[in-house]
């Protein structure tokens, strides 16, 4: 059996201690005899997989398993409830207010925020937004939303502080007023 162990490596010039160092601890004559059953019918020993699994089970790795299939688990069942709280973020280029008394001169970046229950339309750079059940209705609130503000700012643009101020300036470039007053 020790002539067994000792020719598992190949032979090589390097010292047998630097090859010890590097290979996976030795295995003794009773650890093998323990994983071995007795001789089959051509004269050579076969491997006792049960003991093996067992030899295993006892360094912990089917508990490892076991625990590796319960993270899997837990992560698909996470993955699906981000999925279903949000759907997404997408940010497109509005160029139509859906007003009768407004009118765009260039698109209005905004972003379309989903999740399961609402959408919600956003522009960072008025600080407005609107919302609805789907992208249609964010949309469509977002555009009165915008068409209100725009009018409140216009009717008090001789007082406005600096911040609305400059999101007025802002929408007077990019918004013309076609309304028939």
Do not use: H
């Not at 009118?103 to 379309?112: E, G, H, K, W």
């Not at 555009?143 to 001789?158: A, P, Q, R």
């Amino acid at each position: 059996m020790d002539n067994f162990i000792n020719n598992v490596a190949p032979t090589t010039s390097y010292p047998q201690t630097l090859i010890d160092k590097f290979r996976y601890p030795k295995l003794n004559e009773k650890t093998l005899e323990d994983t071995q059953i007795e001789e089959s019918t051509w004269g050579k020993s076969v491997v006792d997989v049960d003991k093996i699994y067992e030899a295993l089970d006892n360094l912990g790795i089917s508990t490892m398993v076991n625990r590796i299939s319960q993270l899997e688990e837990e992560v698909e069942a996470l993955t699906k409830l981000v999925k279903e709280q949000s759907l997404g973020v997408k940010t497109i280029p509005l160029s139509n207010l859906r007003s009768e008394k407004l009118a765009l001169s260039s698109p209005i970046n905004i972003t379309l925020d989903s999740t399961s229950e609402i959408v919600i339309a956003n522009s960072y750079d008025l600080n407005i937004f609107g919302y609805g059940n789907n992208e249609i209705e964010a949309i469509r609130d977002f555009c009165n939303t915008l068409e209100d503000f725009y009018f409140l700012l216009d009717k008090d643009k001789d007082k406005l502080p600096k911040e609305q101020s400059v999101i007025y300036n802002f929408l007077n470039k990019i918004i013309k007023n076609v309304s028939k007053n």
